[in-house]
């Protein structure tokens, strides 16, 4: 029986806290983020590594992986990158098994790497269907066993996914991309109850519309030259979208991360997460 000892507020003694930020450090853990060269990853491999995580960064982008490790190591950081594309269970195993091989465990998996699709469902080709389900489902399968196998050997972790806003209703145009991050949401919310007692964690997030390298697209016209008046009217419109009038930046998804990574959100699996200047909001 658990019996209530009568502390309604405090710091909880067993985390033993000289400092309200102790339990968001992560000195001695290892991170792996998938997806980190560009971004919300990015952003994010930074974020941990800044908190003492030691990061392993993958990306498709070999060379963009290496440059934000190379980046993170300047500032006294601790990074490796590795070209890994996420569509690959071998690649992705890969991975993991740096982590494993340098430092002997890994703490914290960010599955972060993906890609849009736009257009209707009615003209979705077969082999688009597959690439989008590759890298953005795939991926997060892949990622998220390979983790559980790695940190059921140690004292259990987190893992993070990342779904989107647009799991939240359907927009016409971006229904593939849509859908395999609604699969990616159950994908985590079902793994979060099958691997719990493992005291691992699995959380996803839903970000909000976040100027990156994904959002770029939109800058583009029809014939493929540089449009920067569609791109500023893009953006405009997702700013009104949002009840406090902000579109997101990549660091906004990492303080979340950072969360999600730590002790600091040790109550908290099976939960999807979202960011989004309240953009998701209906009506
Ligand atoms: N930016 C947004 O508005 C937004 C909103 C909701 C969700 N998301 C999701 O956030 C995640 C990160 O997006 P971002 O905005 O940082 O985009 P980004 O394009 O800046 O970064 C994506 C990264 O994934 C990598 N990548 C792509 N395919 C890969 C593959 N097959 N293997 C390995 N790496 C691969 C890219 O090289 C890149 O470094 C994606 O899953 C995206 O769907 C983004």
Redo the contacts with the bound molecule.
Sequence with gaps: MTVFDGTLVGLPVEVGMSDVFDPFRLDGRVACV?????????ASAEVLARAGASVVI????AD?AETVAKQIASEGGRAVGVR????RRADVDALVQRALDVHGRLDVMCN?????ADGPLEDVEEDEFDRLVA??LK?ALFGTQAAVRAMKRGDGGSIIN?????IDMPVAGYGL?ALT?SAVSMLTQTFATEVGSHGIRVNA???????????SRHMYAEDGSIDQARYDAFVERMRAGSPIGRV?E?ID?AWLVLYLASDASRFCTGQIWRANGGQALPG
Excluded: C, E, H, M
């Excluded at 990342?162 to 647009?166: C, G, N």
């Design positions: 998938a997806g980190g060269a560009s971004g919300i990853g990015r993958g990306d498709i982008d963009g890994a594309d996420v569509s972060v790497a993906g890609i849009a890298v953005n991926s990342v779904a989107s806003a647009a991309y991050k997030l839903a970000p909000g519309l976040t100027l990156t390298a994904f959002t997101g990549a998804q």
